[in-house]
T-cell receptor, first 113, second 110 residues
Framework: KAGVTQTPRYLIKTRGQQVTLSCSPI?????VSWYQQTPGQGLQFLFE???????NKGNFPGRFSGRQFSNSRSEMNVSTLELGDSALYLC????????????FGQGTRLTVV | GQQLNQSPQSMFIQEGEDVSMNCTSS?????WLWYKQDPGEGPVLLIA?????ELTSNGRLTAQFGTTRKDSFLNISASIPSDVGIYFC??????????FGTGTSLTVIP
């Protein structure tokens, strides 16, 4: 069974630009969650999508948004990038029902300059 | 967002020694997960716990769901060099929204 695939692995953007990150979950999994990891704040929950609907949302500004497609693939978008958005963005795949467990992808390293 | 208190922050141990780390929260959780993360990679799920008092093993790793539901513990027996990495606990009481610990950095000296 293929794991969680995140693309791209690395990204460099300029302040003010926007960026879209992609995540393909494990086959059969219907839930995709996004996390931001920084040295100062650690791993923080952004949002979760299940069956194309946002099911949970963390405390991040509206510049951070996401969506999920009918095949469970998910995208995360960050608009008007700030230097502080530089982080490792991780996607977690879960069945979505039954026991809760989350499997992470390798992440996308975003650098904002 | 909420962060869990994880201790110790770092550990330097000799190969073959046992390791213990724990995680505490001010909130009750229904699920505790333990992860290991290598530099530049995503966290890898080690153990999942779903019931207060539950004790679960995965090879040399053993984790426990605290009876108060506000804490969890991870033990690694007979450490080996490949155990090096950062270990994270994560708790949830709402579906797949997890709160993560601050991490324990483990160094194993051969």
């Amino acid at each position: 069974k293929a794991g969680v695939t995140q693309t791209p692995r690395y990204l460099i953007k300029t302040r003010g630009q926007q960026v879209t990150l992609s995540c393909s979950p494990i086959s059969g999994h219907r839930s995709v969650s996004w996390y931001q990891q920084t040295p100062g704040q650690g791993l923080q929950f952004l949002f979760e999508y299940f069956s194309e609907t946002q099911r949970n949302k963390g405390n991040f500004p509206g510049r951070f948004s996401g969506r999920q497609f009918s095949n469970s693939r998910s995208e995360m978008n960050v608009s008007t990038l700030e230097l502080g958005d530089s982080a490792l963005y991780l996607c977690a795949s879960s069945p979505g029902t039954g026991r809760t467990e989350a499997f992470f992808g390798q992440g996308t390293r975003l650098t904002v300059v | 967002g909420q962060q869990l208190n994880q201790s110790p922050q770092s550990m330097f141990i000799q190969e073959g020694e046992d390791v213990s780390m724990n995680c505490t929260s001010s909130s009750i959780f229904n699920t505790w997960l333990w992860y290991k993360q290598d530099p530049g990679e995503g966290p890898v799920l080690l153990i999942a716990l779903y019931k207060a008092g539950e004790l679960t093993s995965n090879g040399r790793l053993t984790a426990q769901f605290g009876t108060t539901r506000k804490d969890s513990f991870l033990n690694i027996s007979a450490s080996i060099p490949s155990d090096v990495g950062i270990y994270f606990c994560a708790g949830s009481n709402t579906g797949n929204q997890f709160y993560f610990g601050t991490g324990t950095s483990l160094t194993v000296i051969p």
